[in-house]
C-alpha cells in the first residue's frame, strides 16, 4: 500500500500502524541504533511505481523506516513524499547491481554508490529483523 504523506494523513497513519505496528519510541530507537536509513538514490522502480518518480532527470531519493512487523519505503518526488508500507511476511530483498526490494508485485532499486555504503549496517539490520519476524512463521 501506497500513501500520499507530504501533509499530515490521519487515515493514512492509521493504516500504516494497524499493518505495522506503531513507530518506535525514542528510548528504543536509541536502544537500536536507529530505525531509519540515510537517503539513497533510487535507481529503478516497477511499472506501478512510475507514476512517483520525477518525470525529469533529477535524481529520485528514498529511505527506509524500521516498524515492528514491517518497513516503510519513503520515496521523495520532488517536494512531495510518499509512503510504501510492507510487512515482513510479503518483504523480499534481493542484492544485484544494487540493493532492492520487492512486494506486492512492485519494486524499488536503490542504486549502489556512497550513499548505499553508508546504509550497510541499517540493511544487515533490516534482514536480520526479517529473519527473526520468518522464524516466528515456520513450519515443521
Known sequence: MIFNTTHKNNDAKATIDDLLGAPYSFFQS?????TGSKRMIIEKVGHGFAKYMNKVSDINYGNI???EKGIIVHINKGLETFSWAIPYYQ???YRTSGFS???QG???RFKYN???NENK???EKLVNFKIENDKQYQLY
Open 114 to 116: 556512497k550513499l548505499f
Open 121 to 123: 549496517k541499517f540493511i
Open 65 to 67: 523506516e524500521l516498524r
Open 106 to 108: 512492485n519494486f524499488v
Open 91 to 93: 518483504l523480499h530483498t
Open 30 to 34: 536509541l536502544k537500536m541504533g536507529g
Open 101 to 103: 526490494i520487492h512486494a
